[in-house]
């Protein structure tokens, strides 16, 4: 049975909705369809604990943070194993086992971090210290492409800061996040880190905690289009954000890069998580000279892949996660088949399975280039003119990441300084690490998370003049 946390208990509710997965389309379990009233039990719970929680020594809440870690670390198996019934991804290959490490690195690092006050003055005119305050009660709003890492990225570093938490994870896989916030609810004080669920229909709990008086801060990743209503909805008691939102990175490929060399790179830059990846490469410009080798050896790759379901020990892909996406991946690949030349895959397997699609010559204004696949479909763009294919590569509303290739990397980083996006890989692309700040430019959203600079989002600045 799974159930909301609030106040550190199980919180329950008749009313339920349905959680299934995506490999066979059976019923995982239910989760429970929050009222108005839960939610404001829990920014209630989460208020209360406050107070308490931003009191304690740093070194004590470091330790807290440390002890949520070293839980997930203890029940990742538990974890991986539900995280691949209800999001579909393998347990192997960078699937669910390697989300819950990611989410243990991440949590364990970022316990390891700390704001301690700064002297900005001391002179015979005066003293001025400057300290970062938590913000009180931060809402985290979470995606369904990785629920338990992403839910750490949020919760993690606003805990660490002083801040209580409310959590709603996406209605499509919330069963993982659940079971986490229940398992280290063990180690927290009561009311520290709360979890609320719904399914979107009727009450819409990410909605309603935009608005909400009680909440302080929202930290959200999704799509853009729902970034906007956060916004809007934000303005009402001002408060802080950080906004995650989609990307449409591209890829570039000079004309001096080993396709040999670089094609495992390309694939898993383009299909991490089944291209259900924000910062995934969405886009591949690739210099007329070595266009066709590059797709050969991009092919001769993705071949290699296992697809199937994610609890198959074999399986290094899955299906897609839901049948939105799935529609939306269909409509965009079927579209593209029309203009391009189809090089691997191109129409859609059985249930949410989509095999690796690779479709070439094609170009910005078709469908597939220009619009967020968020799934496993590369559309490769011929280029003869670097000044032209980065032009082409910021002809976006997005921008998240991107990435030069290259066997020249101070080549590749001048190109690369051109981008405009808040990561730039050099023959990678998509590499994240929590001692690195990590957000987009553009309608990708703004602020950052990971590191001090993603800690410090979680604070507001009090300056002291004595
Ligand atoms: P989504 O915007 O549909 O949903 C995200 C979350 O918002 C869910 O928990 C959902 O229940 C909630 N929500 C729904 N309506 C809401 C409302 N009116 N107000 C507040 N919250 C509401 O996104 P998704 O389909 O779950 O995720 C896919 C998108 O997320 C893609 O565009 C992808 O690029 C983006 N994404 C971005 C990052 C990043 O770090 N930039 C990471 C992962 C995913």
């Known amino acids: 049975m799974f159930d909301m946390i609030i106040g550190g208990e199980a919180a329950t509710s008749a009313d339920r909705f349905e959680v299934r997965n995506p490999a066979t389309g059976e019923v995982v379990d239910t989760a429970p369809n929050a009222s108005a009233a839960d939610l404001d039990r829990a920014v209630a719970a989460a208020r209360e604990a ?52 990611g989410a243990a690195a991440w949590a364990g690092y970022t316990a390891g971090l700390s704001l301690p006050p700064e002297v900005l003055q001391d002179t015979n005119e005066g003293r001025i210290e400057l300290a970062r305050k938590p913000l009180g009660v931060v809402g985290s709003i979470t995606p369904w492409n990785f629920p338990v890492m992403i839910a750490v990225w949020h919760y993690l570093p606003a805990l ?26 063990e180690v927290l004080p009561a009311g520290v880190l709360n979890a609320v669920t719904g399914n979107d229909q009727g009450f819409n709990v990410g909605a309603a905690m ?16 729902t970034g906007r209503h956060v916004m809007r909805s934000a303005a009402e008691n001002l408060k802080r954000l950080t906004l995650e939102l989609g990307g449409n990175d591209a890829g570039i490929v000079l004309p001096d890069a080993d396709p040999e060399k670089i094609a495992e790179g390309l694939f898993w830059g383009a ?15 690739v210099h007329d000279d070595i266009h066709d080798a590059v797709c050969e050896a991009l092919v001769a790759y993705a071949r290699g892949v296992q697809v199937g379901n994610g609890l198959d020990e074999t ?25 391009g030349k189809v090089l691997l895959g191109g ?29 496993p479909a ?44 808040g990561s730039v890989w050099i023959n990678r692309h998509g590499a994240i690490q929590p001692n690195a700040p990590f957000g987009g430019v553009k309608q990708s959203g703004f602020g950052v998370q990971f590191a001090e600079e993603g800690l410090k989002e979680n604070t507001s600045v009090q300056v002291m003049f004595s």
């Open 50 to 101: 406050a107070p308490g929680w931003a009191g304690m020594s740093d070194d004590a809440r470091g330790a807290a943070c440390r002890a949520v870690a070293e839980t997930i670390t203890a029940s990742a198996e538990e974890l991986a194993h539900l995280l691949t019934r209800e999001q579909g991804k393998p347990l192997n290959g960078f699937g669910s086992r390697w989300e819950l490490g």
């Open 160 to 185: 660490r800061a002083g801040n209580t938490v409310v959590l709603k994870p996406s209605p499509l896989t919330p069963l993982s996040t659940l079971r986490m916030v229940e398992l280290v609810n």
């Open 210 to 225: 935009a608005t909400h008086a009680g909440i302080d801060k929202i930290v959200f990743t999704g799509s853009t289009a």
């Open 271 to 285: 299909f991490l998580n089944n291209g259900q990846t924000c910062a995934a490469m969405k886009r591949l410009y």
């Open 315 to 339: 399986s290094i892909l899955g299906p897609v996660q839901n049948r939105m996406q799935f529609d939306k991946v269909s409509h965009l690949v079927a579209d593209a088949v029309g203009r």
């Open 347 to 375: 129409a859609p397997g059985e249930g949410l399975f989509f095999p690796p699609t690779i479709v070439a010559d094609l170009a910005n204004g078709d469908a597939l280039v220009d619009e967020e696949q968020f799934g």
């Open 378 to 421: 590369l559309p490769i763009i011929r280029y003869s003119d670097i000044d032209a294919a980065v032009a082409a590569a910021n002809d976006s509303q997005n921008g998240l990441g991107g990435s030069i290739w290259s066997s020249d990397i101070d080549a590749a980083k001048a190109v690369g300084r051109r981008l405009e996006c």
